[in-house]
């Protein structure tokens, strides 16, 4: 669909479920539930969890109708929503079983030279990806890394959103959002050596 | 470590340092997030890359870099262009019932 007829389609939509037409509703949780139903398992990882939060989620969605400006699409809309439910669903969750970040932080000499390889494989992405192995070894990888740095990766390189967004949905400053960012991606880096070491694959 | 790798490393260091311009590896390091969401001023950026030239161990780190944030946006870009799996009917049944007895 494109993008005038999203907006168009949505509008009509948007005014029957703002005058409480129960099909409507109907319409929006059975076309929308199973994108933000995948969208929170990346988070929450179990199903039940999961389901938990999308409920939750359309029911925040339902009392914020009247809010809608229509400055996005309903879905895109409902998808915010649902990361944040699914954030404050691993908040009240409380911990996990993490690794320590500083361990998997660059380390330097004491003549200040990183402490590294210096040969790395030449897979890219994509390719890496294609092997349904690293994908679970990626995603594994992700969801050990504590929650205050996992968070904020989670929206920037998985959900594509601005640093500033991010940080503004994880009530961090830009500047402390960045340092995370870049701790994590380290961390994940680290966890992820095995893939890149030449011959290892 | 031999005492030939130990004397190399020593002077790379020497130049490093009073190279004028040139970063250590913790301050190239410093620099990385910026580098890669293409935020540094062009004298910044020229200087990130003059390092990046003469340090193999930070050429490796910052390619695996770019390749782990890779990883991240491709994980699910699969998924994503998908048409989900269905849900459980007793999922939207529930949501409708929540909002009706509101
Ligand atoms: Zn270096």
Redesign the interface.
Known sequence: MTEALQQHSDESLLDRLRAGDDAAFAELVETQAPRLLSVAKRYLGDVAAAEDCVQEAFLAAFRALDRFEGRSTLSTWLHRITVNAALQALRRKGARDEVDIEPLLPTFDSDGFLEGRTQTTAADAETLLADDDVRRQVRAAIDTLPLGYRNILMLRDIEGLSIKEAAEMLELTETNAKVRLHRARQALKKLLEPLFVEGAL | MSPWRVLK??T??LM??HAPGML???Q??SF??AYH?GELDSSAREAFERHMRM???????F???C??????????AE?DAA??????DR??A???A???A?
């Open positions: 490393r020593r790379k260091a490093m340092r250590t590896c913790a190239f390091e990385v997030l969401e340090c193999p161990p930070c050429q490796v780190s390619a695996d870099y390749r782990t944030v890779a990883l991240g946006q491709r994980l699910f998924q048409e989900p799996a269905p849900v459980d999922l939207v529930s949501i409708l929540a909002r009706r509101r």
